[in-house]
Every structure is written in C-alpha cells, then in structure tokens.
C-alpha cells in the first residue's frame, strides 16, 4: 500500500500569514498514462465530514478560495493557504487514489491561529 | 444537488453485526463508485471499502477484509456495508463518498460504537 506521511503533524500561524503543509507519497502517485497526480486535499472541521479542497494535486474545486493552492508532482506535494483566516482552522488531509484501492489518507495536519 | 446519507449506526457488543446504508440523490447513481472511509474518535481518515458503479468489482482495507462486505442496489441509489464479527476497534464514524476526481462528496457519517 501506498503510505502518505505529512508534515508538521500542526501548525500555529498568526491571521494574514501564509500556511505550509507537506505530504509526500512512499511511490509516486503520478500517472504515466494520463499524466496527472492522484492526489487530494480535504479540509476538516469539528464536527464535519472531510471536504475536498483539490484534486489532481492542484486542481481547486469550484468555492474554494483561491488562497488554496495546491502544488507538487510524483510524490511530494504541498498545501499553500496564502493568507489565513479564521476560518481556516481545521485538519488537512492528502488523499491518493492512484489505482486501484486502497486508497490511502496522510495522518492529518491540525492548523490552528497563533 | 449531491446527497449521500448514511444510516445505521449504533452500539453493538464485540462479535456483534451491522449493516450500514448509504443513500444516495442528485446524481446519476449508476454511473459511480462509492467509498466508505472511517474515523475513530480523535483520529485521522482510514479507508474501508469500494464498490465499483456496477458492483463488478469491490476492494477492502486489510483490518476489515473477511470481515465486511459492500453491495450496492441501483434500483433504490444505495450501497450497503454489512460488518460482522465486530470489534472495540471499529468504533468509528463511517462515512461514504462518491468517487469522482478522488472522494468529491461525503455524507455526514454514522456513529458504530462496539462495546460491551
């Protein structure tokens, strides 16, 4: 199976501030075939399901604002908030589906406002 | 728009069964696979089980492989996850998702607690 390991485990950034998350694949998620990374990003708060942020490593979903940016390729990819928001604090979740099942989660990263 | 909604969840004793239901609306349902993906309490996302759109091809996570099965009716937009010999470590919410560009919508979940 394919282990996704992010880092840091949390964050604490100051409103405003830019917000880096980390996740690397142990093989690459990048399909020859296609060409594209199978990888999300979801966002999670108390309370909710996870929502998907992005997919194919940096495709924003319709409503996301576009202070998610999501880049990377093969298998280290990274979550950029450009500006945070209250709003913002929740768990963050890398996500590959590459092939067939399963299909597995990074540990998660706790964001919260310094 | 999008709906999946999960049910049957509850408290169950080790040993015990369930058969949780995801009902689906808004989209074709026929034409999709669907995930279920669990949540211990406190914890991260581990992934479960998928059922192909047409049921021809389904997959588990190792921890519930013989386990739990998934099956799916389209004729009422629902895909079901029977779990047997249940254990104090599949307390969870369970949630499904519709596969789309990885798991593009999710329901709000059902709580399995397994406890004696």
């Known amino acids: 199976d394919i282990v996704m390991t992010q880092s840091p485990d949390s964050l604490a950034v100051s409103l405003g501030e830019r917000a880096t998350i980390n996740c690397k694949s142990s093989q690459s998620v990048l399909s020859r075939s296609d060409n594209r990374n199978y990888l999300a990003w979801y966002q999670q708060k108390p309370g909710q399901p996870p929502k998907k942020l992005i997919s194919w490593a940096s495709t924003r979903e319709n409503g996301v604002p576009d202070r998610f940016t999501g880049s990377g390729s093969g298998t280290d990819f990274t979550l950029t908030i450009s500006s945070l928001e209250a709003e913002d604090v929740a768990v963050y979740y890398c996500h590959q589906y590459y092939s067939t099942p399963p299909h597995t989660f990074g540990q998660g990263t706790k964001l919260e406002i310094k | 728009q999008v709906q999946l909604v999960e049910s049957g969840g509850g408290v169950v004793q080790p040993g015990g069964s369930l058969r949780l239901s995801c009902a689906a609306s808004?989209?074709?349902?026929?034409?999709?696979?669907i995930y279920w993906v669990r949540q211990a309490p406190g914890k991260g996302l581990e992934w479960v089980a998928y059922i192909r759109y047409d049921g021809s091809n389904k997959y588990y996570g190792d921890s519930v492989k013989g386990r739990f099965t998934i099956s799916r009716d389209n004729s009422k937009n629902t895909v079901y996850l029977q779990m047997n010999s249940l254990r104090t470590e599949d307390t969870a919410m369970y949630y499904c998702?519709?596969?789309?560009?990885?798991?593009?919508?999710w329901g709000q979940g059902t709580l399995v607690t397994v406890s004696s």
């Open positions: 998702a519709k596969d789309e560009s990885g798991y593009s919508n």
């Open positions: 808004g989209f074709i349902f026929s034409s999709y696979g």
